[in-house]
């Protein structure tokens, strides 16, 4: 009586655990106008419709044929001691979990970006996903939101053949400014090696203000990671003679990074903010009196000393900027990267931080930075990079150059148009990236060859 007793109760529990599920995936469908809602309901097709929806199709199929396969194994064997099972049964059947937690973390992962939800929900999916699921259905505050398809925003597996492309490596690096010869960055994504960026090698000199341009996915960000040595690459950097990767303990002090997003406690004054900064990133060698000195220069290069006890919360979009700039210029690097500094501003104010930056390039320092509007600044700016996507979505250097050069190469006129025919045309662009690729690094092949004569 003791065993029945406890059979049913699991028998229970695992009935209600499975209709909970379908009951939220049943409501999910709906959201997504899923039509054949009904799926929902059948072990193995309503994981294979769920991949319909969200534009995983195979992890769907894959997830769905492995779900049967594990209820057909777990009522096969239930009753059954571990001991009398076989070793290959027992090997398979793990196997069979793990393949099935790794499908299943794809489809989750896309599900909870699909609805805006933050990654940490996966760790209560894995508990109690039937928990998640009801809260995504019934929740009004979830939507979905509308997403590339897969194969617009994941990297490609296999980059295109570009000829000429590997031809500019091996090349000795510059004694001064930083030099870029990175062979490929890649990441794995279960089980597979992605390909992020392939063959992108150029020299800047120091005192340059340089724009990086590139379509969405094109690897703008990645790069700069990529350069800064916040994830390296299968490459070298030096930055004015010294290796960034195999020195980077001592280099990350030498390098300035300001990201979209405006990191600062509000109700800190702007000297408190600026001052923190210097603290934190000088050398203990730097005393006190120099510090302030440094924090002085600093505040009135980027026009902020007549604020300076005014609370950053009280600030507006282009002060904000401004101080985010100065807390890390403060530390008198030798590369500055800036990934959208003009983000929400309007014109006027846009102007004034790129003139702030074209100065900071002009006192000896390297300055690239990443924006979306740049034909309003683009004469202040010395050198353009621009990357694209190959026909194996992995992205490639389509051009480095002055911006008359640029609008040369393109046959265009704004930087923009010449970021557009690079574009897929899926994206609204005229689909010319692998033309420009191929073409660029023959000329840069020709450029070395002409060098080395």
Same mark, same amino acid.
């Given at each position: 009586?003791?065993?029945?007793s406890?059979?049913?109760q699991?028998?229970?529990?695992?009935?209600?655990?499975?209709?909970?599920?379908?009951?939220g995936?049943w409501?999910?469908?709906?959201?997504?106008?899923?039509?054949?809602?009904w799926?929902?309901?059948?072990?193995?097709?309503r994981?294979?419709?769920? %991949?319909?929806?969200?534009?995983?199709?195979?992890?769907?199929?894959?997830?769905?044929?492995?779900?049967v396969?594990?209820?057909?194994l777990?009522?096969?064997?239930?009753?059954?001691?571990?001991?009398?099972?076989?070793?290959?049964?027992?090997?398979?059947t793990?196997i069979?979990?793990?393949?099935?937690?790794?499908?299943?973390?794809?489809?989750?992962?896309?599900?909870?970006?699909?609805?805006?939800?933050?990654?940490g929900?996966?760790?209560?999916?894995?508990?109690?996903d039937?928990?998640?699921?009801?809260?995504i259905?019934? %929740?009004?505050?979830?939507?979905p939101?509308?997403?590339?398809?897969?194969?617009?925003?994941?990297?490609?597996?296999?980059?295109?053949?570009?000829s000429?492309?590997?031809?500019?490596?091996?090349?000795?690096?510059a004694e001064s400014g930083?030099?870029?010869?990175?062979?490929?960055?890649?990441?794995?994504?279960?089980?597979?090696?992605?390909?992020?960026l392939?063959?992108?090698s150029?020299?800047?000199?120091?005192g340059?203000l340089v724009?990086?341009?590139?379509?969405?996915?094109?690897?703008?960000?990645?790069?700069?990671?990529?350069?800064?040595?916040?994830?390296k690459?299968?490459?070298?950097?030096?930055?004015?003679?010294?290796d960034?990767y195999?020195?980077?303990?001592?280099?990350?002090y030498?390098?300035?990074?300001v990201p979209?997003?405006?990191?600062?406690?509000?109700?800190?004054?702007?000297?408190q903010?600026?001052?923190?900064?210097?603290?934190?990133?000088?050398?203990?060698?730097v005393?006190?009196?120099?510090?302030?000195?440094?924090?002085?220069e600093?505040?009135?290069?980027?026009?902020?000393?007549?604020?300076?006890?005014?609370l950053?919360?009280k600030k507006?979009? %282009?002060q904000?900027?401004?101080?985010?700039?100065?807390?890390?210029?403060v530390?008198?690097?030798?590369l500055?990267?800036?990934?959208?500094?003009?983000? %929400?501003?309007?014109?006027?104010?846009?102007?004034?931080?790129?003139?702030k930056?074209?100065?900071?390039a002009?006192?000896g320092?390297?300055v690239?930075?990443?924006?979306?509007?740049?034909?309003?600044v683009?004469?202040?700016?010395?050198?353009?990079?621009v990357?694209?996507r190959?026909?194996g979505?992995?992205?490639?250097?389509?051009?480095?150059?002055?911006?008359?050069e640029a609008?040369?190469?393109?046959?265009k006129e704004s930087?923009e148009?010449?970021?557009?025919?690079v574009?897929s045309?899926e994206?609204?662009?005229?689909?010319?990236?692998?033309?420009?690729?191929?073409?660029?690094a023959?000329?840069a092949?020709?450029?070395?060859g002409?060098?080395?004569?």
């Amino acid at each position: 009586m003791v065993t029945l007793s406890i059979i049913l109760q699991s028998v229970y529990w695992e009935f209600l655990d499975i209709f909970l599920f379908s009951l939220g995936l049943w409501m999910v469908f709906g959201k997504l106008k899923w039509k054949q809602r009904w799926m929902a309901w059948i072990p193995g097709l309503r994981f294979a419709a769920l %991949g319909q929806c969200i534009q995983l199709p195979r992890e769907g199929l894959l997830v769905g044929a492995m779900e049967v396969l594990s209820f057909a194994l777990g009522y096969a064997f239930k009753g059954i001691e571990a001991e009398k099972l076989s070793l290959l049964v027992s090997l398979a059947t793990l196997i069979l979990l793990v393949l099935l937690v790794v499908y299943r973390l794809r489809l989750y992962v896309r599900l909870l970006r699909i609805f805006g939800m933050k990654k940490g929900w996966i760790l209560i999916w894995f508990l109690f996903d039937w928990l998640v699921l009801l809260i995504i259905g019934f %929740g009004k505050r979830f939507q979905p939101v509308e997403l590339p398809k897969p194969e617009d925003w994941e990297a490609g597996t296999a980059p295109a053949e570009i000829s000429g492309a590997e031809s500019v490596h091996f090349r000795p690096p510059a004694e001064s400014g930083l030099s870029v010869d990175l062979f490929e960055r890649t990441a794995k994504d279960f089980g597979k090696t992605r390909y992020l960026l392939k063959d992108i090698s150029l020299d800047i000199p120091n005192g340059s203000l340089v724009l990086l341009l590139g379509g969405s996915g094109a690897g703008k960000t990645t790069l700069v990671n990529a350069i800064i040595g916040y994830e390296k690459a299968k490459a070298q950097m030096t930055l004015n003679g010294a290796d960034i990767y195999k020195d980077y303990a001592h280099m990350k002090y030498k390098i300035g990074f300001v990201p979209q997003k405006n990191l600062m406690r509000g109700n800190d004054t702007v000297l408190q903010t600026v001052d923190d900064a210097a603290e934190l990133r000088l050398p203990s060698s730097v005393t006190t009196a120099q510090r302030k000195e440094r924090v002085q220069e600093v505040m009135d290069l980027l026009g902020l000393s007549a604020g300076a006890s005014g609370l950053v919360c009280k600030k507006s979009g %282009g002060q904000l900027r401004r101080i985010s700039i100065a807390m890390e210029l403060v530390s008198a690097p030798e590369l500055f990267v800036l990934d959208e500094p003009d983000s %929400g501003l309007d014109g006027v104010i846009a102007k004034e931080i790129f003139t702030k930056l074209r100065a900071i390039a002009d006192e000896g320092r390297i300055v690239i930075v990443i924006t979306h509007t740049p034909d309003r600044v683009i004469d202040l700016f010395d050198k353009v990079i621009v990357l694209a996507r190959d026909s194996g979505r992995v992205g490639r250097l389509a051009f480095y150059g002055s911006p008359q050069e640029a609008r040369n190469f393109f046959g265009k006129e704004s930087m923009e148009d010449v970021v557009m025919s690079v574009n897929s045309k899926e994206q609204g662009g005229e689909g010319l990236a692998e033309q420009y690729i191929e073409r660029y690094a023959a000329l840069a092949a020709a450029a070395e060859g002409g060098a080395a004569t």
